[in-house]
């Protein structure tokens, strides 16, 4: 999941060098609070790979859209992000931009750009879909407003751990989110079962004057939005790379011999780990 990091907002490229000394100094200023780390950006239009030694599944036709792949927060149901062609030259990974689609508009973070995208998509089967569009690069006016929704979303907690309290409804907050245009806000919890969480939503929506969606999730999930290390010392996969999960049984640990060391094959989420899946192919 998309965990934002304002710091790498002012990242650019070279011949914007005279920029971004003067956003960085703003930017350090407003967010003193978190640690500038510089990283040296190459001349290629694409970064990272995805799902190394996999079969491109040459069935489906490209996509020739202009396209990005993003991390978000807020709820989009798509990963991808269609971009305008006056803008498309000017993107480049990690950078913040500003998205919408019919009902919203969300901040997001880029992801992966350029021709590599157009395989990516070719190689999961998608085509033609509808997609959220780009509006414009964020500016310090719109991380201003991210930081206010910030401190919003702080000042909800107690709030949120309050009103259950009150309405005796047994979950547990994960993470709460605004939306950027501040339109929605949504409470993420993990829960045993299905809640009647009606008179919550009520109290909420009174209390913060805008749409209240509550979301379960589960345990996997939540350690994607909480994120951590792994028994191997690395960043949990959920967090680092993967956008589904699937089904992990013990099946797969009997066909790897690993049956004999069950008790180390729990990740922090309580699951069997994800990576189990790696190597059955």
């Known amino acids: 999941m998309f965990h934002i990091d304002l710091t790498h907002f002012s990242k650019k490229t070279t011949d914007q060098s005279d920029q971004l000394s003067t956003n960085q100094h703003v930017y350090e200023n407003l967010y003193n609070s978190l640690i500038v780390n510089k990283i040296n950006r190459s001349n290629c239009n694409y970064s990272a790979c995805f799902l190394c030694n996999s079969e491109v599944h040459r069935n489906f036709p490209i996509d020739q859209r202009s396209i990005i792949e993003l991390e978000c927060n807020g709820l989009l149901n798509s990963e991808f992000c269609e971009i305008p062609i006056n803008i498309s030259e000017n993107l480049f990974p990690e950078d913040f931009i500003i998205i919408k689609n019919e009902e919203f508009q969300e901040i997001a973070q880029v992801k992966l750009i350029g021709e590599i995208v157009k395989i990516k998509r070719q190689s999961i089967g998608l085509y033609g879909e509808t997609l959220p569009e780009v509006i414009r690069k964020a500016t310090l006016e719109d991380l201003e407003k991210v930081r206010k929704n910030f401190d919003d979303e702080i000042r909800a907690v107690p709030i949120f751990k309050k009103a259950i309290k009150k309405f005796n409804i047994d979950m547990k907050l994960v993470s709460i989110h605004f939306q950027f245009d501040r339109k929605k806000l949504y409470f993420f919890y993990t ?40 028994s191997c010392g690395r960043e949990l996969c959920c967090i680092r790379f993967l956008s589904s999960f699937k089904r992990i049984t013990t099946q797969l640990a009997n066909e790897q011999n690993l049956l004999s060391s069950m008790g180390k094959l729990s990740g922090p989420c309580g699951k069997l780990k994800c990576c189990l899946s790696f190597e059955i192919e």
């Not at 009174?206 to 749409?211: C, L, M």
């Open 191 to 230: 829960a045993d079962g299905r809640v009647d969480f009606r008179e919550l939503a009520k109290e909420l929506a009174a209390e913060f004057k805008t749409r209240i969606e509550l979301r379960q999730i589960g345990v996997r999930d939540e350690a994607k939005k909480i994120g951590g290390l792994g």
